[in-house]
């Protein structure tokens, strides 16, 4: 999702972006996305000015002028990661062909090893955000987000006949807190079987869609 490659540096710990001017909205993001490869390997619970300014090839300084309020940097890295990760996942969900596989498809990827950085990095901003309003503020619209990604294709499913729901919003969120909860899960705790509970979560899927038994478990992503 990110690119984890450090900025190279010279001697005195300054990056080649360092020493050359770079437009604000520029040099703004070489930091945020300093903190989101922080916050993927160490957790953002642990983050640091100071590590961020190394970790971007800055001075403190220019990390305390783009993020005065250290929240306000958490928060933004926090969109950042989880914004290109919502962009990637439903560019691959949108490949297939029909409503069950594109709905499939967003469970396997859900499940899928690649996606267990990402994955404690939402773990992360979970269990800070009640203490954290910039973070809380932006958790919420990013969950928001993911639910305005899949009710549409819920309602397409309605229309081709494929789901029946009254409410394809409602059902979005219920099949999102169940996948929610289920992947952090199999992130937490490795004896977890994440084949065994996918399998769980595409039979609820049935369910919540009043679908026929099978349809997603029998539908390749």
């Given amino acids: 999702m990110v690119s984890s490659a450090?900025?190279?540096?010279?001697?005195?710990?300054?990056?080649?972006d360092a020493r050359r001017r770079l437009p604000p909205e520029e040099r703004r993001e070489t930091i945020l996305r300093a903190t989101v490869r922080l916050?993927?390997?160490?957790?953002?619970?642990?983050?640091?000015?100071?590590?961020?300014?190394?970790?971007?090839?800055?001075?403190?300084?220019?990390v305390n002028h783009y993020f005065p309020n250290m929240d306000d940097l958490v928060a933004a890295a926090f969109a950042l990661a989880a914004t290109e990760e919502i962009?990637?996942?439903?560019?691959?969900?949108?490949?297939?062909?029909?409503?069950?596989?594109?709905?499939?498809?967003?469970?396997?990827?859900?499940?899928a090893e690649e996606g267990?950085?990402?994955?404690?990095?939402?773990?992360?901003?979970?269990?800070?955000?009640?203490?954290?309003?910039?973070?809380?503020?932006?958790?919420?619209?990013?969950?928001?987000?993911?639910?305005?990604?899949?009710a549409p294709l819920i309602t397409e499913g309605v229309?081709?006949?494929?789901?029946?729901?009254?409410?394809?919003?409602?059902?979005a969120r219920r099949l999102l807190a169940l996948l929610d909860g289920a992947a952090?899960?199999?992130v937490l705790h490795r004896a977890v079987d994440a084949d065994d509970t996918r399998s769980l979560i595409l039979a609820a899927a049935e369910h919540e869609l009043r679908t026929a038994p099978g349809t997603l478990r029998d539908t390749r992503s």
């Fill in 87 to 111: 962009h990637a996942t439903f560019a691959d969900v949108e490949q297939r062909p029909t409503p069950p596989a594109r709905l499939r498809r967003l469970i396997d990827l859900y499940f």
């Fill in 184 to 186: 952090l899960h199999t």
């Fill in 39 to 62: 916050g993927l390997t160490g957790g953002l619970d642990r983050l640091t000015s100071r590590q961020i300014a190394v970790e971007a090839g800055v001075t403190g300084g220019l």
């Fill in 116 to 150: 267990y950085e990402v994955n404690r990095l939402w773990l992360d901003a979970w269990s800070m955000a009640p203490r954290r309003p910039a973070l809380l503020a932006e958790v919420e619209r990013q969950m928001d987000h993911w639910v305005e990604r899949l």
């Fill in 159 to 171: 229309e081709r006949g494929a789901f029946r729901t009254p409410d394809p919003t409602a059902s």
């Fill in 6 to 16: 450090g900025a190279r540096k010279d001697r005195t710990g300054t990056s080649a």
